[in-house]
């Protein structure tokens, strides 16, 4: 089977349903045996999409939504802007989240969206990124050590606003090439 060739460009608020369903299915299948499936089954695609028009629809910044498109369909997204770390150094940006649908995993659909978004990142004058990442998502880590993220040491324990779910996660840093 040939490799999919996605369109990669930014998000619009029409796009908010479709990113609402990736990222809820995401969500399910990528982090299903590392979070309740309570959690999971609980999530809302009607509360994401309106998240996602809102966000969408929000004045035009440095926060960036990219879409991975396949026949007219979102298959795939990054959301990415300045980091919200408080310990972050000026020039920081993150990649606050990535998601594809399942089958698509390993494609390279999750590589063009990335390339995207150090596009971007880069041509807005940042020279590193971050992101934060489930500890036990190996299938996640591995991707963005494929892709040159290493962890920088810091982690965290969050309660997740969903059934108080603590989130363990690590951070990943990635230095941004200069713009030639």
């Known amino acids: 089977m040939d490799p999919p060739n996605p369109v990669i460009r930014e998000a619009t608020p029409a796009d908010a349903a479709g990113i ?38 929000g004045p035009a910044g440095e926060q960036a939504t990219f879409v ?8 795939g997204f990054a959301d990415c802007g300045p980091s919200q770390d408080e310990d972050s150094v000026p020039g920081t940006a993150e990649l ?22 150090v596009q971007r990142l880069t041509a807005g004058g940042f020279d590193r990124a971050t ?22 040491g810091a982690e965290k324990t969050d309660p997740h606003p969903f059934e108080g ?10 230095t941004l090439p200069a713009l030639t």
Request: glycine share 10%.
């Open 131 to 152: 992101l934060w990442v489930l500890v036990t998502n190996e299938r996640a880590r591995r991707f963005y050590e494929a892709g040159g993220w290493r962890p920088d």
């Open 68 to 75: 991975a498109e396949m026949a007219g369909r979102v298959v």
């Open 20 to 57: 609402a369903r990736v990222h809820v299915d995401g969500w399910r299948w990528g982090y299903r045996g590392q979070l309740p499936d309570s959690l999971l089954e609980s999530l809302s695609l009607e509360g994401r999409e309106a998240r996602w028009r809102d966000i969408l629809a």
């Open 96 to 117: 606050y989240s990535l998601y594809l649908e399942e089958d698509l995993v390993g494609r390279g659909v999750g590589r063009a969206l990335m390339k995207r978004v």
């Open 165 to 174: 779910v603590p989130l363990h996660e690590m951070r990943y840093a990635l």
